[in-house]
Nanobody
Framework: QVQLVESGGGLVQPGGSLRLSCAAS????????MGWYRQAPAEERELVAQ???????HYADSVKGRFTISRDNAKNTVYLQMNSLKLEDTAVYYC????????WGQGTQVTVSS
């Protein structure tokens, strides 16, 4: 059974930081491209950042320079370090594993508010 379990979300003030983690099980993690998506209320889900199995990185323009995605294949975990958070970063953040199949986590809420 495949599981992607996100953690690290919460409430933070503008300009603050959070680090999201996604622990994967049931897949050969190192073979999967891993990504973080987010969905705000009444908005479509959008790609935030991706790290491929080979380590290539991709970021949405809106988070470049502020967010950093990384992975630890030994721990089957992908991270999203989020700095200089803005009000518009408020959303549910989802972990995604893309390989021979596609899997999603349950999501973790990030709220940026003063």
């Amino acid at each position: 059974q495949v599981q992607l379990v996100e953690s690290g979300g919460g409430l933070v003030q503008p300009g603050g930081s959070l680090r999201l983690s996604c622990a994967a099980s049931g897949i050969i993690f190192r073979f999967y491209d891993m990504g973080w998506y987010r969905q705000a209320p009444a908005e479509e889900r959008e790609l935030v950042a991706q790290i491929t199995s080979g380590g290539s990185l991709h970021y949405a323009d809106s988070v470049k320079g502020r967010f950093t995605i990384s992975r630890d294949n030994a721990k089957n975990t992908v991270y999203l370090q989020m700095n200089s958070l803005k009000l518009e970063d408020t959303a549910v953040y989802y972990c995604n594993a893309h390989g021979r199949s596609i899997f999603w986590g349950q999501g973790t809420q990030v709220t940026v508010s003063s």
